[in-house]
């Protein structure tokens, strides 16, 4: 498996992955580790990191020594909400700048609000924060918050939570195209072949939570969606035949081949 960048730092796992919505730290750390992922985002909002002494500190079962942190901004409706939320993860993880900006548009999709992305994209990046970016699939979109100097652009395949799916293969496939910086897939992946097909895209990696948290069996499917984005990777890499359509021709070759006669 080939490795990539983010940041400046290189990793081997493409599959990114979220820390809420299981059952208890233990059931979190197991998933985590089925995965393989490397890079690990926790909602600062809503997890507890070390602000909240009387409670289970999440960075127990998943320390920074072994995996990469990336703080995000998830319940955030406001720029400055996100900015400053984003400010704390730093003093709380010393001076950790990797970090996922969202900034949602209501609490019913979970959109994002993309005024309020661009602005706060802006001045984490003057603040030296290197931002991977939660975003729509708006290519122009994508382009702007790249110009402003995200590290990294999130589109999202379909809305956060409703595993549906890459529902707009077309427009991924135009930021993929036109991004000099890292492209992943946020928010929409319900199982292992909605994964894949993001890797075969040409997608850098792909972020998820629900599809594994919410699975029946969530280290089952965290091993699966692992395979998944690995499988994909290698099908893009390896380069996929041409669509033919009523231009059939058989596996193996006949010329040459001794046509059978039959008998008078």
Same mark, same amino acid.
């Given at each position: 498996m080939d490795n990539f960048v983010i940041a400046g730092k290189t990793y081997s796992s493409r599959l990114l992955v979220g820390t809420g919505k299981y059952k208890d730290f233990t059931e979190t750390r197991a998933a985590i580790e089925a995965s393989g992922a490397e890079i690990v985002t926790v909602a600062i909002r809503r997890t507890n990191i070390g602000q909240n002494a009387d409670e289970p500190n999440l960075l127990d079962s998943v320390p920074p020594s072994k995996y990469t942190l990336l703080p995000n901004t998830a319940g955030c409706y406001t720029g400055d909400d996100a900015i400053r939320t984003l400010r704390l993860a730093r003093e709380l993880l010393d001076g950790h700048s990797l970090v996922k =900006?969202? #900034?949602l548009g209501d609490a019913k999709t979970l959109f994002p609000n993309m005024m309020e992305t661009l602005k706060a994209a802006e001045i984490l990046a003057k603040e030296g924060f290197d931002v991977m970016v939660y975003t729509s699939d708006d290519p122009i979109a994508a382009k702007q918050l790249e110009e402003i100097g995200? /590290? &990294?652009i999130m589109p999202l395949a379909s809305l956060i939570g409703s *595993?549906? *799916? @890459? =529902? !707009?293969?077309w427009n991924l496939q135009i930021i993929i195209e036109n991004a000099k910086v890292p #492209? =992943? /897939?946020d928010a929409g992946v319900g199982t292992a072949s909605d994964a894949t097909i993001a890797l075969e895209l040409g997608c850098? *990696? /792909? =972020?998820? !939570?629900t &599809? @594994? &948290?919410a699975a029946k069996n969530p280290i089952l499917m965290a091993s699966a969606m692992r395979k998944a984005v690995e499988a994909g990777r290698e099908a893009y890499l390896a380069g996929r035949m041409a669509?033919? @359509?009523y231009t059939a021709s058989p596996s193996s070759p006949v010329e040459g081949v001794i046509a059978s006669t039959k008998a008078l």
């Open positions: =900006l969202e #900034v995200c /590290v &990294a *595993g549906m *799916g @890459i =529902l !707009n293969p #492209v =992943l /897939v850098d *990696g /792909v =972020l998820m !939570n &599809a @594994i &948290a669509k033919k @359509i």
